[in-house]
């Protein structure tokens, strides 16, 4: 597989940014990518929300925003795909280019702007594909919208029923105004109207906080979880600060950054909400994996499961099988039999 990618990449890598984007769609579609047949060792094996997967590695958000290639990555040897943001609305997101790569700095700038055909085409493929593998759906507010938390309670109200995780993405920092939502009372009002909403339906739902929530925010965050009893936590989305280390003409493009150059601070803001948390819900951890070393820095910082989005665009799908290796190769080198026997390790 990794020489099949390096020959695409040599394609890719001299296209604009969001047209390689919607080739690598087009090759998914057509099942021109290869599957990785492999079976994970045992050791990658987690259980979360009383199911088991048989990897802790995820896509996240992002890349299949209209649920049209699920099936598709989880072919390439992901443990679970997120698909979406979906909103309401079909809409266009901001204006072209919104996409770039920092090559120098292995990292992306995106202000997309929840780009997507909406809920009715989202759901229309999600309910005709078959019911295997882990796949969540992220709902996101229409940017006209005038009562947001109406829009994630439309989402999730429709899509629960082919999900098997919803996602309330409060975090995109290209939306104006939506991470206003991550404050206590909008974010516990939110959340209690699509509770409410989506009733007793078995469907675990988290919510999608951004890397740049301060300790503050994240009493309030994780306040409004636990008394709401909420089934987990992404942390993070993309950051707007942009560390004095970036070389790329690129750095200084409007958006938020993802990629290698978050790794650091997703990490302690994860480690920071597990302290919080106390176990109390799972967590994902998303925002700069390329390794599988990233990934079991993760887990030991307090994630049940981990995303990965950015260093896809620069390894392509070799990067899924090197991550897993590499991950179990640090469980049996630490000794620890088991992915969920490494979660939290460095809070203990």
Aim: a positive charge; hydrophobic letters at 40%.
């Amino acid at each position: 597989m990794a020489v099949w990618y390096s020959l695409i990449d040599l394609v890719l890598s001299r296209m604009d940014a969001e047209a390689a984007h919607g080739l690598a769609l087009r090759a998914l579609k057509s099942g021109l990518t290869p599957r990785d047949n492999r079976d994970d060792p045992s050791s990658l094996g987690v259980s979360v929300w009383g199911r088991s997967l048989p990897n802790p590695i995820g896509l996240a958000a992002g890349f299949d925003k209209n649920a049209e290639v699920a099936d598709a990555l989880l072919g390439l040897g992901f443990g679970l795909v997120e698909i979406g943001s979906v909103t309401p609305r079909p809409q266009e997101g901001n204006p072209r280019p919104r996409l770039f790569r920092l090559a120098e700095d292995r990292g992306v700038i995106n202000r997309m702007g929840f780009p997507g055909q909406g809920l009715d085409a989202a759901r229309s493929r999600l309910a005709i594909r078959p019911r295997r593998g882990f796949v969540g759906v992220n709902v996101g507010a229409n940017k006209d919208s005038t009562d947001r938390a109406a829009d994630y309670v439309t989402g999730c109200v429709a899509l629960a029923p082919y999900a098997d995780y919803l996602v309330c993405n409060v975090s995109s920092p290209n939306t104006p105004g939506l991470r206003n939502l991550q404050g206590r009372s909008e974010l516990s009002g939110l959340l209690k109207r699509v509770q409410d909403a989506i009733g007793a339906k078995p469907v675990p739902l988290v919510v999608k906080i951004a890397p740049d929530a301060s300790d503050d925010d994240l009493d309030d965050i994780v306040a409004v979880c636990r008394d709401l009893r909420l089934d987990g936590i992404i942390v993070g989305n993309t950051t707007l600060s942009r560390p004095a280390s970036l070389r790329s003409p690129r750095r200084g493009e409007t958006g938020g950054l993802s990629g290698a150059p978050l790794t650091s601070l997703s990490t302690e803001v994860l480690r920071k909400t597990a302290r919080r948390v106390e176990g109390q819900f799972p967590l994902i951890g998303c925002g700069g994996v390329g390794s599988g070393a990233d990934a079991y820095a993760k887990i030991r910082a307090g994630a049940t499961l981990v995303q990965l989005y950015s260093a896809m665009v620069f390894e392509g799908p070799p990067l899924i099988r090197r991550i897993k290796d590499e991950l179990a190769a640090l469980l049996a080198r630490d000794g620890h039999a088991s992915v969920s026997a490494a979660i939290g390790a460095d809070l203990r």
